[in-house]
T-cell receptor
Framework: NAGVMQNPRHLVRRRGQEARLRCSPMKGHSHVYWYRQLPEEGLKFMVY????????ESGMPKERFSAEFPKEGPSILRIQQVVRGDSAAYFC?????????????FGDGTRLSIL | GQQVMQIPQYQHVQEGEDFTTYCNSSTTLSNIQWYKQRPGGHPVFLIQLVKSGEVKKQKRLTFQFGEAKKNSSLHITATQTTDVGTYFCAGPGGGNKLTFGTGTQLKVEL
């Protein structure tokens, strides 16, 4: 049973470009969460999605950031017009039901570097 | 909003010494989860506590949930180099998301 798959593992972009981060949840999991982690810091919640629906995006910046989890295919976190401050590790996690009673399973993350 | 703080932020120990990290929430939690993140790795679920005053053990690790369900602790007995990493607590943060604690980074020296 494959775990949470994220790609790419490392992504380098120049300022002003777009970054697309992909996440395939564990088989049987319909809940996906995105977190951002700066070096030496904790995990900051960004967005929570179920298939085709954004449930909670309270942690996501209002501009330049968007997320989707289509009926078919992986969840996508999209950052437009990237800036240096977007450099971070972005982790995706999934759970079979809401996380109040289930642990979250994390992917290996995407390390985004902005030149 | 809900805040989850952990102390200490960093801890260096000699191999064989004990280690404890404390987690405090600004609000009462229905449950608390603990995760470990190795350097360069991703968070890995360790355990979940649900009941007031609950204590659970995993080999050298002891997890405790406070009576008021606002705090928790993780104690490691006789640390080993394999224990190196950052330990996070996490609790339901409103809606269906988790609020992660600030983390305690453990370094173990031979």
């Amino acid at each position: 049973n494959a775990g949470v798959m994220q790609n790419p593992r490392h992504l380098v972009r120049r300022r002003g470009q777009e970054a697309r981060l992909r996440c395939s949840p564990m088989k049987g999991h319909s809940h996906v969460y995105w977190y951002r982690q700066l070096p030496e810091e904790g995990l900051k919640f960004m967005v929570y999605l179920q298939k085709e629906n954004i449930i909670d995006e309270s942690g996501m910046p209002k501009e330049r950031f968007s997320a989707e989890f289509p009926k078919e295919g992986p969840s996508i976190l999209r950052i437009q017009q990237v800036v240096r401050g977007d450099s971070a590790a972005y982790f995706c996690a999934s759970s079979p039901t809401d996380s109040k009673v289930q642990p979250q399973h994390f992917g290996d993350g995407t390390r985004l570097s902005i030149l | 909003g809900q805040q989850v703080m952990q102390i200490p932020q960093y801890q260096h120990v000699q191999e064989g010494e004990d280690f404890t990290t404390y987690c405090n929430s600004s609000t009462t939690l229905s449950n608390i989860q603990w995760y470990k993140q190795r350097p360069g790795g991703h968070p890995v679920f360790l355990i979940q506590l649900v009941k007031s005053g609950e204590v659970k053990k995993q080999k050298r690790l002891t997890f405790q949930f406070g009576e008021a369900k606002k705090n928790s602790s993780l104690h490691i007995t006789a640390t080993q180099t394999t224990d190196v990493g950052t330990y996070f607590c996490a609790g339901p943060g409103g809606g269906n998301k988790l609020t992660f604690g600030t983390g305690t980074q453990l370094k173990v020296e031979l």
